[in-house]
């Protein structure tokens, strides 16, 4: 793949991220999300370039905010849309919801909503691939509460101690102290702090770099991914993003509109709401605007991606939607290992 094809690959990734987490939204705007949820929206440079980095044998575990993951490494929007919504056309029936969705067949075995859990389980499955010399490292993508818990210190000692093939990946996306609901926070300002200090202190090897910088973050999780892949040993990603204004303390909201890509060509302005954002950290419309400016794609060709993304987009929501609900009696079911029903 040449350079030009790749920036456009990523371009389409991140468009997919962004309209799917917009539809989910629309579904909320209309009452039909059965549960909490949330959007990645922001952060989707993050999601593509760590997945792109990763290979087919890698394992990549996550957490609740975790649609960007899913889709960046492949997972069908159909499926999600019908997840979320507790229908039958679901990866799990309809069973883990917004919170809990799983995609083993693309090496995604676990997502979880706990705060700090993912670290200690992902080390554990660096550790199994180190001790049966299986191929591939483990990736773990977080966020920065994680690193108010106990899990995440003794997760990041072991994987120093053990010296594991694991990929920590925090997305840093500031949420004030206001908007927590918790007094617990590090004891450093929390949007100046150094997060990669941490487990500096542990011997691990680390790195700090902007969630607008699509390109940077592509050669950086490249690097990182093959250098833990080469060592066998962990490495820490602190990626800085800024919160997106619709990102609620409780229930994510439309800030303003939804994504126009001709503000990149100055046609219009975002809504008030958005458009500090939008300028200056939106991975998406800065990567549309620097490709733009490169030539490397034009407004025409921008706009068709954007129509056939938005048609498959709205074909899966509605697909979802028409979904049945999953019968009563399926809650007995896949309620242990091996059993199919039960009465």
């Known amino acids: 793949m040449s350079a030009l094809e790749s920036m456009k690959d990523s371009f389409e990734r991140m468009l997919l ?30 999601a593509v370039a760590v997945c792109r980095a990763a290979e087919e044998h890698d394992v990549l575990f996550t957490n609740h905010r975790s649609n960007g993951h899913l889709i960046a490494r492949g997972a069908d929007p159909g499926w999600m849309f019908a997840e979320q919504l507790g229908r039958v056309g679901g990866n799990t029936n309809g069973k883990g919801g917004t919170l809990h969705m799983i995609a083993p067949e693309l090496g995604m075995p676990w997502t979880t909503s706990l705060v ?5 389980l992902a080390v554990g499955a660096a550790l199994v691939h180190k001790q ?19 899990a995440f210190y003794e997760g990041i000692n072991l994987a120093a101690l053990w010296q594991v093939p694991l990929v920590c990946v925090c997305e840093n996306n500031g949420v004030p102290a206001e908007l927590r609901g918790l007094d617990t926070t590090q004891p ?22 902007d969630g607008a910088d699509v390109e940077g973050l592509s050669d950086l999780m490249t690097e990182v991914v093959g250098t833990v892949r080469r060592n066998l040993a962990p490495y820490f990603v602190e990626v800085r993003t800024t919160r997106y204004p619709g990102n609620r303390a409780l229930w994510p909201e439309l800030a303003g509109a939804e994504t126009d890509l001709g503000w990149a060509w100055d046609d ?26 490169q030539g490397a794609i034009s407004r025409d ?6 129509a056939a993304i938005a048609a498959r987009i709205d074909e899966a929501m509605e697909s979802a939607i028409g979904s049945p609900h999953p019968p009563p009696d399926s809650a007995y079911r896949d309620v242990w290992a091996g059993q199919e029903t039960s009465s």
């Open 132 to 150: 049966q010399r299986r191929p591939g490292v483990v990736i773990a993508f977080f966020g920065d509460g994680v690193m108010e818990e106990g």
């Open 17 to 46: 991220i962004r309209r799917f987490e917009e539809g989910m939204l629309r579904l909320h705007r209309r009452r039909l999300l059965p549960c909490h949820f949330h959007v990645s929206i922001g952060q989707e440079a993050t």
């Open 116 to 120: 700090g859990c993912v670290v200690p």
């Open 188 to 209: 450093s300002t929390f949007l100046a702090r150094r997060l990669a200090d941490i487990p500096s202190a542990f011997g691990i090897p680390c790195a700090t770099i």
């Open 301 to 306: 060709e921008a706009t068709r991606i954007d």
């Open 268 to 293: 219009g302005e975002p809504p008030e709401e958005l458009a500090a954002w939008s300028r200056h950290s939106d991975p998406l419309m800065g990567f549309v605007r620097r490709l733009a400016g």
